[in-house]
């Protein structure tokens, strides 16, 4: 019965020869990034969804003891793996973008004699969202009259996200540029703005969600009381990353060449 066994594995894999191949080096990096980067991503967003389409609408129909039995449990290690499902997702992606998305362009460049910086382009390309998500920030902790309203800061959030996009664009385009000549393919341009959204989200996690949340179910359990205006500081980031999330999903799918968003190769 096992002779029969393994011959049948052997006959199995014989019609796999030449249609199977093994990953080189180089392709495994490749490979276990963008793995990292799907899996990572899809927990993580996942759970955006989960807390803004179900656990959102369930704290409005508890009391608080029930809420003081059910959300340390519930929540903490649903935030444990939204949050580290973040940094991966965009650690993994960050590592994606430099060296098999950036790299190349800043090739194709050099390649006329120019002398473009991968690096510079990657730190200005970084600076940018950061401080997009600071002044994001220092609206949502310091002018609560902007998140009272949750359609008066939509507006400020998309002329944030906007300008930043634009700037972003133009700066990946003007430094990859010798003479006449763009080397920045859609693929870099797309996902330099969706990328750019994805830290803005990663740092709305570790910045505003995660922080309040942890004061939040602290106070339930027995800590110190948590300040009132936490709650909706963390849902209205929340809210942001939730429709942040469609545009930059939109992004990382036309840097494959589906729509060719930003023209280029």
Known sequence: MFIESTHQIGLALGMLDGVFKAPSGAEIS???????????GITWIGLLYFFNLVNVPLQKTLDADTKKKVNPTLLLPALWY???GALVTVLAGFGYYAMYI????VGLANGTGANVSGRIVLIVWLFIPIVTFLIEFLIIKKVPALIKDGRVFAVVALILVVIMSIVIL????SSLTVNTQHFASNKTLSIGVGGAMGL?????VWGIIWPNNKRMIGALTGGPPAAPELARQAFVASRTNAWLSLPMLL???????????FGGH
């Open 30 to 40: 490749h490979i276990v990034l963008r793995w990292l980067h799907f899996v990572a």
């Open 82 to 84: 939204f949050r580290w």
């Open 102 to 105: 950036v790299r190349p362009d």
């Open 170 to 173: 133009k700066w990946l385009d």
């Open 200 to 204: 803005i989200m990663l740092l709305n």
């Open 251 to 261: 992004f990382m799918g036309t840097s494959h060449g589906d729509w060719l968003i």
